[in-house]
């Protein structure tokens, strides 16, 4: 029988390879992000062969919307084997006590509250069932704070211990729980982080080999290919020169 995935996140970057790499994997997918073209142009991309694509366009920090597009899912896509909650973002690289308001709580609604809502809202079935695979995205940026990281190293620690949270509540059941920590990712983040300076965003993959998103993808799909008894509980994933969130050796 075919599994379903649904990916948080999934009209750029990680996400978007996730739903490239689980779609190839034979899953079937549910795409969701704000950006409804992206969605619509993954979704013909996806949509070969065997695979259905269902796109549900919704912001993860309004949950209300979440709740709809959840509770009103098509029978047939309403069992769902594998959450990855990788909608996320950082905003800014000021020190904390020069921050923005504004980003901090667009952080922080995202990476946790965001997170908190797709767990809640899916992982009950999956706990009923007794089977089912969260697969939740941190970052190397919630092991330690680095310079200007302060509140969205803060969102990446919080995912840290949600996910170990959520692993302890499910311990009794076949749901299993991980934590996949990048580095240096090549994707749209920095653009996103310094609000649409693409220079100051390119210069952060200069003079050194960055992940790509399928890097990324491959160890969620690892995990959730693993045999039924062994649960990869984190991964944390670096490009080889960089020697931790704050150490990158550059050409
Ligand atoms: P991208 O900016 O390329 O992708 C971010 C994705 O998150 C987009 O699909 C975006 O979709 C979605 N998203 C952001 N805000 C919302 C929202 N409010 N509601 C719904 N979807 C949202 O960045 P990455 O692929 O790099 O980031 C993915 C995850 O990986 C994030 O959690 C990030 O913190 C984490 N990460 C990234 C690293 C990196 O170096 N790139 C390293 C470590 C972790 P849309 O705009 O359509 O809503
Ligand atoms: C993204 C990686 O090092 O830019 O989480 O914070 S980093």
Redesign the pocket.
């Known amino acids: 029988m075919r599994k379903t995935a649904l990916i948080?996140?999934?009209?750029?970057?990680?996400?978007?390879a996730c739903a490239r790499k689980f779609a190839q994997g034979g899953y079937d997918v549910i795409i969701?992000?704000?950006?409804k073209q992206?969605l619509a142009a993954l979704k013909i991309e996806l949509e070969t062969g065997e695979t259905k694509v269902l796109a549900l366009a919704?912001?993860?920090?309004n949950r209300a919307a979440a709740t709809k597009a959840i509770k009103s899912l098509p029978a047939e896509w309403a069992k769902i084997d594998v959450l990855i909650n990788?909608?996320?973002?950082?905003l800014g690289l000021e020190p904390e006590y020069e921050g923005d308001f504004e980003d901090w709580d667009t952080m922080i609604d995202?990476?946790i509250k965001?997170l908190l809502t797709m767990t809640r809202l899916i992982v009950p079935k999956m706990v009923e069932r007794n089977s089912g695979h969260i697969i939740n995205?941190?970052?190397?940026?919630g092991d330690a704070a680095y310079a200007g990281g302060n509140v969205y190293c803060a969102t990446?620690a919080a995912v840290k211990t949600i996910t170990d949270g959520l692993r302890i509540d499910v311990a009794h059941t076949a749901v299993r729980v991980t934590n996949v920590?990048?580095?240096?990712?090549?994707?749209?983040?920095s653009n996103?982080r310094f609000h649409g300076d693409d220079k100051r965003a390119n210069s952060v993959y200069h003079g050194i080999k960055p992940l790509t998103?399928t890097d990324i993808a491959d160890v969620a799909y690892y995990a959730a290919s693993a045999p039924a008894h062994v649960q990869i509980a984190e991964v944390l994933v670096l490009a080889t020169h960089q020697g931790s969130g704050s150490v990158i050796h550059r050409d």
């Not at 948080?8 to 978007?16: K, L, N, P, Q, Y």
């Not at 919704?58 to 920090?61: A, S």
């Not at 990788?86 to 950082?90: F, I, K, V």
């Open positions: 948080t996140g999934a009209t750029s970057g990680i996400g978007e969701t992000g704000r950006n992206r919704f912001d993860v920090r990788n909608a996320g973002l950082a995202t990476n965001g995205i941190g970052s190397v940026a990446k920590k990048p580095g240096l990712v090549e994707t749209h983040f996103v998103g």
